[in-house]
């Protein structure tokens, strides 16, 4: 089966699922590939809805992202905050102006009915953007965190007190009584290749998973299943990952990676430096692939994506049900 | 009664009455003006509760105000709503970035269920205004106006259609229903010198009339009470405030405006130059007051307030009941 022809959905988070989203976008048609955002870390700032993985997504995906800092618009400015902080407002989440807008919409989209996914879908081809981009739900899962210092909201967490505490519980709050998005599963049911992006396994692939129907979608999916590794040399490429990992119990290495998505993977995507730690993977029963999975430039996500697909072409069988992981 | 003792309280419309206020605001203590400004035109903009005439005031008493346009802020930029505009909203209400920082505010709060006067006080203080700028109801009073092409709401009318269209009738909506606020009822109720500023009175002044109870207040009330001309030689210093006039069957002149103020005002501050107009004015039975109103510079304003402190300072006698108009 070409590569081009495959069709391939990725369960992303923000700024590093981003980067292989944006890899492969470049390198797929856009027929061919569907994305399944994270909206654990949604949260209401000013009385405005703010989803900061599905705008890291858009923005990247609209080549409107700030590439230094990989979220928020590019060029952006910062006058209505100031505004808001004179008002005597908590500033402390940074929210551009033209980042505001899309709140706004949101907003005021949501006020009105709309349902979240296609809000999410009218902004990102509003913003040129090709890729359908989903919501796991159009219901509120916000992630929280428990710390010495209580409960928090993940953004909290993240950008307030800058992953600072120790978390030694994760939950994702009214997971229970949440439901999928038909495109969710649709994206889920129909590919030949479903990769869990190089994301934060608690953080931002977990609250996807958390949704009731779409865990069970991707184990009854005839799609090959990869997890590309969030860590390269047993660390993170950024963000919290390893550090809330050992503090939740988990092993903070690709190992622990894996039996984190254990029953869920086919194979799994490391970085080729990571040599010593392939061996520990050995009793996990999945295949491995090593490729250079680091994406510091642009040029990067494009060669990431290409050097993956072309792996797991030979994986992939069209018009076979594909094996199932016990 | 020296003229800075005087209780003063203002009714004010949007740039015309700011500029009063301003100049007002200048020449007396902070303890001895306040200000009620029009809420007819408030409307709701991409969700956001927008206040357009209690902006102006803010703005311009904290000295933030666009001293062009006379309003929005100084500085201002429109990152926010170009992308609004990517993003299929219609825009045709300018709306800044830091201005959107006061709509924001004020959207939240409402929805946490403050009220409306307190959220406008807040703000204010907050951009060190210290002249006490009160709603005249924390209902919500839209102005419609009846056009050939149906009815429009205020911001429509005035910034959507530039003031084209005619008008052949103009509603108060829920004005039945609405209550007045107590800081207005007591500023009214208090005030020596109650001054109807230099704005369009079917569209900034009569919203604030239109509220049960402020009419009877200002009846009832002991103060000196005098209106200030919207027009200098019959035509509007801004606005289409003769046309609508004219429009709705009101005679576009001073006569015009002094009648629509019968049994409302003691006083009538005409321009200097209106020597002709006098003598129309002569079967109102109020006092005419002739002086410079045109407030072009920041100096005029000073100018203007002083003049009229002082030819109304010996209006007021203290220590009386003012004399009732029939």
Chains 1, 2 share one sequence.
Not at 66 to 76: K, L, S
Request: with cysteine; net charge negative.
């Amino acid at each position: 089966m070409p590569e081009n022809s495959m069709k391939v959905t990725v369960l992303s988070g923000g700024i590093g699922g981003a980067k292989l989203v944006e890899g492969l976008a470049s390198v797929l048609p856009a027929t061919s590939l569907k994305v399944i955002g994270n909206i654990g870390d949604d949260d209401e700032f000013h009385g405005l809805w703010v989803s900061p993985d599905i705008d890291i997504l858009t923005y990247t995906l609209a080549n409107r992202v700030n590439r230094e800092t990989g979220w928020g618009f590019e060029g952006d400015t910062l006058e209505t905050l100031k505004i808001l902080k004179e008002l005597g407002e908590d500033t402390w989440m940074t929210l551009g102006d033209k980042d505001f807008a899309v709140h706004i919409f949101r907003t005021a989209a949501r006020k009105a009915g709309k349902r979240p996914t296609e809000i999410a879908l009218h902004m990102a081809r509003k913003f040129g953007v090709n890729v359908p981009l989903y919501l796991p739900s159009d219901d509120l899962v916000p992630t929280r965190l428990l710390t010495s210092g209580g409960w928090l909201r993940m953004e909290e967490y993240f950008v307030r007190e800058r992953c600072a505490p120790e978390v030694t519980e994760v939950r994702y709050e009214n997971c229970e009584k949440a439901r999928p998005t038909p495109e969710a599963l649709a994206a889920i049911g129909e590919a030949d290749i479903l990769i869990i992006g190089p994301s934060n396994p608690v953080l931002s692939i977990a609250p996807i998973l958390a949704i009731p129907g779409i865990r069970e979608a991707i184990i009854k999916s005839r799609a090959y299943k990869v997890a590309v590794a969030p860590l390269i040399n047993n660390a993170a490429i950024k963000g919290p990952t390893c550090k809330i990992m050992a503090s939740l119990g988990l092993s903070p290495t690709l190992k622990g990676v894996a039996e984190y998505y254990h029953g869920l993977i086919d194979g799994f995507v490391i970085d080729a430096s990571d040599t010593k730690e392939q061996a520990s993977l050995s009793s996990e029963n999945i295949d491995i692939y090593t490729q250079n999975i680091l994406m510091s430039t642009l040029a990067d996500r494009s060669k990431v994506a290409e050097q993956l697909l072309q792996n797991l072409a030979n994986a992939v069988n069209p018009g076979q049900t594909r094996r199932q992981k016990a």
